[in-house]
């Protein structure tokens, strides 16, 4: 056997979403459309302190000023603000007390997604809060967590009760001017994460939150917000399925890190959302807005291995504003079909000695477009800045594409800064090399794919890893080229 | 083993091999010599199934199965190695790693259950003692920044670990030093089993005073031109291969 062109256009068509299933729990959701009004209502549903409500309010007036941004290098029918629904909560509102409570259903949507909680509980110790269209269902390992004065809740249970964190760090490293996603999630945002890890505590275990889209045509606007105070340190994992859908979902996420002085955030994501089908049709747009906020001395790692969706918008960046802080990258981002993924960082370096690393591995299938866009800005005070980048692309077809677009922006002339780029396509000696040893195609794909996304996957915590290493095979499952 | 009856193949519409007739019994070994450009590594590449050659005449009977129906895995599953001649690298991928998926998936076309770890390891310790494999290299990446001689060395130490019935070895030994060679002979040698068959494909005799052939045959314009014992490989030395051109340019005059 062996494969040409026209063998690898059939089989790419072949694949199907292979967590394609919709989980009917019966949800309690707000009318279509945005207005003042249900901005209101969703405020009003969630039991909001008015100081919330009038964030919403000014976040919406933002925004209805805003235009969609038109730079990325992508191509996708803008969504219709006013034909979704902003608010879908499960009926079932009562909180699980224990795993015993969780309802049959949920559980079997997490069985298939290879996520049992039961098991990841048991072999892991990872504590999983479980969001699904827009509300906390299950929350683990709270009690532990709770000794070490960790805080790991659902959003909407922070707003309540530590209002006073929420309001002092919400909007401080994403204002809610920054773009016109930030702003309209910052006015219709349903819920996400919350995290405080207190000062000099080392978090013991894995934070990890699955997302996951369920409600056809309800947009998903998660917030997620993680304060590491000084010296302590966490790592964050957000991984994220979505069942099949003809129309596209629109995700507009913003996260936000602060990294304290002396202190460590490690955020991972595995995202592999609903692509779209073989034509390009249905996917979910996935526009989220990701940055973090280094104090002296301080490191972010962004770690993200990017499957799904049909259109990703996404640069998860650092400002390094403490001297001497630590920004680092790590990102592998496959596009399959007519996927299409524009995805890079930003550096920023405002105080002195602060270091960058960026490693970006692109891998484009079938006929998507791959575009790694990346800004390294050295700001005037910020001597003796260091910045390392390395982007590869990897292509498996020739109706593919990939596209690197690195900005560097320097007014430090002491800065150092270290870019290199390669593009190579997939070799056939590399495959014919492993078929010879009695290893099938897709396994050799799988194995010299993940061999060039080792610098990624091995910043990601063990398990992680895995799950990770498996959803690369699935998503580039008979793309050889 | 193996029968090869009137082989012809052609790659970008140049025919290579022009009827090539071989036949190799369990438990021999048979060398191939010739010039360069005579097709050796040709055959080499159509017998493990690579995609790019047209085979447009002939059979080969590969231990009962038609092998040039059969597909490039299936027939390194059935038995069938070869050691590069340019061995590829495959980077972030441990050489480990590569084997144990190779070993792994060789057990399940046969229906065994995935080896161990422990054996795996085991197993890993005493090949790699065998070709004196330094134990740090089967841990990094497959062939990557290994000096030429170590893609060599790694290439039968993977076939120690494979345990082929036909290893087939396409100029193992150009590139090393005289304790190279010695080492990938010593390797051969001790695999060597009245189970198996090797076709050893060189450029020089010197090997060959490691590796006692049974049977030499000297490939030329994509057929073998001529067969003997062990002694031919000597005097393929002495004289070159111009004699034997001449010998069959003649015939064919
Ligand atoms: N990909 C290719 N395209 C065209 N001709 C090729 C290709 N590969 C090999 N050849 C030709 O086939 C002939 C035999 O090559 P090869 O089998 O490598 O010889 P050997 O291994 O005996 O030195 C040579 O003339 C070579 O140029
Ligand atoms: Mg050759």
Redesign the pocket.
């Known amino acids: 056997m062996g494969y040409t062109e026209n063998e690898l256009a059939k089989d790419l068509e072949n694949q199907e979403y292979k967590f394609g299933f919709v989980t009917n729990i019966e949800s309690d959701k707000a009318p279509k459309g945005l207005n003042e009004g249900i901005i209101r209502f969703i405020s009003e549903k969630k039991n909001e302190p008015e100081w919330l409500l009038e964030f919403r309010l000014k976040a919406f007036e933002t925004w209805k000023e805003m235009t969609e941004p038109e730079w990325a290098h992508v191509h996708y029918e803008k969504p219709d603000f006013q034909d979704i629904t902003y608010y879908s909560a499960p009926k079932q509102t009562k909180k699980y007390e224990s795993w015993d409570d969780v309802d049959p259903e949920l559980k079997e949507t997490m069985k298939k997604l290879g996520i049992s909680m039961e098991e990841q509980q048991r072999l892991t110790g990872v504590a999983v809060d479980f969001v699904m269209d827009s509300v906390s269902v299950a929350t683990s390992f709270k009690a532990k967590l709770k000794e070490l004065g960790i805080v790991f809740c659902s959003f909407s249970d922070a707003v309540q009760e530590y209002p006073d964190l929420v309001k002092k760090y919400m909007g401080s490293v994403v204002p809610m001017t920054d773009n016109f996603y930030a702003a309209l999630n910052s006015a219709v945002f349903t819920d996400g994460s919350f995290c405080y890890i207190p000062k000099g505590v080392r978090c013991p275990m894995e934070l990890s939150t699955y997302f996951r889209i369920n409600e056809g045509g309800t947009g998903q606007f998660e917030r997620t917000l993680v304060v590491a105070d000084e010296g302590s340190y966490v790592s964050y994992l957000e991984g994220c399925t979505a069942p099949q859908r003809d129309e596209n979902q629109l995700h507009a996420a913003v996260v936000e890190l602060i990294a304290l002085d002396h202190a460590e955030i490690k955020y991972s994501t595995v995202q592999n959302w609903y692509p779209g089908d073989k034509d390009g049709k249905g996917g979910v747009f996935n526009f989220v807005t990701k940055r973090g906020v280094c104090e002296k001395q301080a490191k972010i790692s962004w770690t993200q291995v990017e499957t799904g969706s049909a259109v990703t918008w996404k640069y998860p960046s650092c400002i390094l504003k403490g001297d001497y802080s630590i920004g680092e990258f790590y990102s592998v981002a496959v596009t399959n079909n007519y996927q299409q993924a524009d995805t890079g960082t930003k550096m920023v370096h405002l105080g002195k000695n602060t270091k960058s690393t960026i490693i970006s591995k692109g891998i484009s299938a079938g006929k998507s477009q791959n575009s790694y866009r990346g800004l390294v800005q050295i700001h005037k005070n910020a001597s003796n800045a260091r910045n390392f980048s390395q982007c590869d692309s990897l292509l498996m077809t020739d109706e593919c594409g990939a596209h690197t677009f690195p900005y560097i922006e320097c007014k430090n002339s002491s800065a150092k800064i270290e870019h290199e780029a390669t593009t190579s396509k997939i070799g056939e000696d590399q495959i014919f090399y492993c078929l010879q040893r009695g290893i099938s195609e897709e396994k050799a794909i799988s194995l010299i794919v993940n061999g060039y996304c080792k610098e990624v996957l091995n910043q990601l915590p063990m398990e992680f890893a895995v799950e990770a290493q498996k959803l690369l095979a699935i998503s580039l499952e008979g793309s050889v080229g | 083993m193996i029968k090869i009856e009137n082989l012809h193949a052609s790659?970008?519409g140049?025919e290579?091999l022009k009827g090539l007739n071989l036949t190799v019994n369990a438990g021999e070994v048979h060398a191939i010599m010739?010039p360069?450009?005579?097709?050796?590594?040709?055959l080499a590449s159509v017998l493990a199934g690579r995609e790019?050659y047209e085979i447009t005449a002939g059979s080969v009977d590969f231990d009962g199965n038609d092998l040039l129906e059969m597909s490039t895995e299936d027939r390194a599953r059935e038995g069938l190695f070869l050691a590069f001649q340019y061995p590829v690298e495959i980077p972030g991928v441990s050489n480990v790693n590569f084997l144990k998926t190779a070993v792994n998936e060789i057990r399940e076309y046969k229906g065994l259950e995935p080896i161990s770890a422990k054996d795996f390891m085991q197993k890993v310790r005493e090949k790699s003692a065998l070709v004196e494999l330094d134990s740090k290299l089967a841990s990094r990446a497959v062939n990557e920044g290994f000096s030429g001689g170590e893609k060599k060395r790694n290439e039968i130490f993977q076939m120690a670990m494979l345990e082929p019935k036909l290893a087939i070895l396409d100029e193992t030994d150009s590139g090393l030093d005289i304790d190279a060679l010695r080492i990938v002979a010593n390797g051969v040698n001790k695999l060597k089993s009245p189970e198996n068959a090797c076709i050893v494909i060189t450029h020089y005799q010197r090997l060959l005073d490691y590796i006692i052939p049974d049977f030499v045959h000297v490939?030329y314009n994509g057929r073998i031109v001529k067969s003997g014992p062990k002694e031919l490989a000597l005097e393929l030395e002495e004289k070159g291969y111009d004699w034997i051109k001449e010998e069959v340019d003649s015939v064919n005059a």
């Open positions: 790659i970008e140049k290579i010739g360069n450009g005579a097709g050796k590594s040709t790019e490939l």
